[in-house]
């Protein structure tokens, strides 16, 4: 067997799990942002919201305080903090997440591509104070506080002379504290449209699979989102 087909090979079985029926969803994500240059650093400021059942249901909003320091054009790490209101289907409520962050990204141009490969930890802890049973005991999440690690690629083509740029990204969702054994638990594929306005105006289109594996009943969400950050 040649390196390629083993590489194939390793990605379906990390895709497919027998025996598992898939719910397929809809959704639209939107983002409203402010970024601040200083030197090296960078501090982003963001606003989200999304929805789900074919944009009928709120699914969660969030704010983010994301800081960051550039040691040079190649390497830049950061971190931050996320404040996350969740709908929690099984109790028909919102629930206050926290969610604090820590990453490093390497950046290469080839010509006209920009290949960006970013590393993520993410804790996120969840409040179970809603989860009431019938019983008037409290349902807890299988695992809380959730450890995530996050692997994105993602290659970018700037367009000479053209306003619009396009960008490619695969990323991983790897659980690290499942006490029923730790495994990829999601994968996102997105293509996106970048548009530079004047100076300080920066939008964004995107289109995105969000892919749940290795679950009972994992759900497929496939997503329009769209996103403004004002920048100076």
Known sequence: MNYRSGLLLILLLLIYKPGYTQTNGFGIWSTLGIEKRAGKWN?????ELRTKDNASQVSRWSLSLIPSFR??????VGGGYEYIYFYDSKYADF???????????????????????????????????????SSGKIDTYKINPE??????LKVA?????????????????????????NNFCKLRYTLAFHYNLAKHHHFELY???????????????????????YSF
């Open 43 to 47: 501090f982003n400021l963001e606003g």
């Open 71 to 76: 040691f040079n054009k190649h390497l830049e």
């Open 95 to 133: 629930q206050p997440r926290n969610r604090f962050i820590l990453f490093v990204q390497g950046k290469q141009n080839l010509g006209n591509f920009t290949l960006t490969l970013r590393e993520r930890a993410q804790v996120t802890f969840k409040d179970e104070s809603d989860r009431i049973k």
């Open 147 to 152: 450890w995530i690690w996050r692997n994105r």
């Open 157 to 181: 083509y700037n367009i000479p002379k053209f306003p619009i740029n396009p960008a490619i990204s695969f990323e991983t969702f790897y659980q690290l504290n499942n006490p029923e054994g």
């Open 207 to 229: 289109g995105l699979i969000d892919k749940q594996i290795n679950v009972n009943n994992p759900v497929m969400n496939h997503v329009i989102g769209i996103g403004y950050t």
